[in-house]
């Protein structure tokens, strides 16, 4: 795609900055897409997903219209509210053209915006700049374009609300630096293109990554409850579940039976996904399917294998307690930790663990969010709650998580943010 220069910018930019490429601070307030690829790409990398799978993941979370940018500091919704779980958002990325980088007027942070300009859905409907005809500028994105600075700012209640005109009302159109940085970087783009046009390939790509992201660090794997036994039921599947391997996908049915009749009583966006303040009681209207579905990434992304301490991970994580605002959007997955919760208690005799649940109600909040166009996602019990960690873990497993933005800082700007 004539992108090669981007791959020579990405080397010329570490060898005249003379660092590896490393986690860079999060600056929230300008852009850079190398800087921000770079980080993203160390993260994933440090969890032992390649860019393909990083880029299908950070897709399939941002690809449900029920989904939303709200919660932490961000506002907008990645694609229109009737949209299902699927390629969508790749082909709104698969362009370079008619999005613009503008700041928040509550927070200050940079988002990308639909110009208004184009005649798809997202651009027309959404875009928060049209009513402003002209007033307020477009730096527009374009081919090998990284850095995006001098932004203006546009009011962030049309961030948060934009009313439709043909479509009920939702967040302006909207992505995160996080999300263009796919479409900078040549390794991801190929696959961005190629699932913008064959959602089929995409789902099939998902799917493996999300297997492959949900059981880093998990010891033991039992045999798949979502589709054909895969695996055998070994020695330790028997101690943990009980030696009737009928009792245990049984068990696993009526949790599934439960986890739908959750879906189903849950509206079908999310009110509001950031408590107001440190009290779950605030957080009323928090949990739908795409918070369950935010909640399984959140765990699995603290996955560090190197680590001296905890590494993280599905099947060593918890948000409860100390961890509660340690979940990667300042506690705004915490009603939905307890949701699921809820329902683990109801097998905790069985030895059914929070992580195991949390996981499997993640993995079926996808397909429920696809509705059917996603078959059976791969769940294999087997995980075990690890202990409240103390507050320093916690925010240690919290500083895993990829921000929505980098940029690199001289010495001398280091200190100033």
Not at 107 to 125: L, R
Not at 336 to 352: A, C, D, K, P
Not at 378 to 401: A, N, Q, S, V, W
């Amino acid at each position: 795609f004539g992108r090669s220069l981007l791959l020579n910018s990405l080397l010329l930019h570490s060898i005249l900055a003379d660092v590896v490429p490393v986690e860079p601070d999060p600056v929230f307030n300008k852009i850079d897409l190398n800087a921000t690829y770079t980080a993203v790409k160390h993260i994933f990398s440090r969890m032992r997903l390649t860019p393909k799978e990083m880029a299908a993941l950070i897709g399939g979370g941002h690809s449900s219209g029920q989904g939303s940018l709200e919660g932490g500091t961000y506002h907008g919704n990645w694609v229109e509210p009737m949209t299902l779980l699927g390629n969508a958002y790749f082909q709104l990325l698969s362009g370079h053209h008619q999005w613009c980088a503008v700041l928040s007027s509550d927070t200050g942070n940079a988002h990308f915006v639909a110009k208004g300009a184009a005649s798809y859905i997202a651009e027309t409907e959404y875009s928060p700049l049209v009513k402003h005809q002209g007033q307020i500028p477009c730096v527009e994105t374009d081919v090998n374009k990284a850095v995006y600075d001098n932004l203006p700012f546009v009011p962030a209640q049309e961030l948060i609300y934009q009313p439709g005109i043909w479509h009920k009302p939702s967040g302006a159109a909207a992505f995160l630096p996080v999300d263009f940085a796919l479409q900078y970087a040549n390794e991801t783009y190929e696959h961005v293109v190629q699932w913008a046009r064959d959602e089929r390939l995409f789902f099939a790509d998902f799917q493996d990554a999300w297997a492959k992201l949900t059981e880093n660090g998990q010891r033991i794997r039992c045999p798949d409850v979502n589709g054909l036994a895969d695996l055998e039921y070994s020695a330790e599947c028997a101690d943990r579940f009980g030696t009737d391997e009928t009792l245990y996908r049984t068990m696993w049915i009526n949790i599934r039976s439960d986890i739908k009749s959750l879906f189903d009583s849950l509206p079908s966006r999310c009110h509001s996904i950031r408590p107001a303040s440190h009290h779950v009681g605030d957080s009323e209207g928090s949990v739908c399917p795409s918070s369950v579905l935010r909640l399984g990434f959140h765990l699995s992304a603290t996955y560090d294998p190197e680590a001296e301490g905890s590494i993280g991970g599905s099947s060593f994580t918890s948000f409860l307690g100390p961890c509660a605002f340690f979940d990667g959007c300042a506690g705004c997955l915490q009603e939905t930790v307890l949701s699921l919760q809820r329902i683990q208690q109801r097998y905790h005799h069985l030895n059914v663990s929070l992580a195991d649940v949390s996981i499997y109600a993640a993995g079926l909040a996808a397909a429920y969010l696809a509705e059917l166009r996603l078959n059976h996602m791969p769940f294999h019990p087997g995980r075990e709650d690890p202990k409240i960690p103390d507050y320093t873990t916690c925010k240690e497993l919290g500083d895993r998580m990829p921000s929505p933005a980098y940029q690199w800082r001289s010495e001398e700007t280091a200190g100033r943010n």
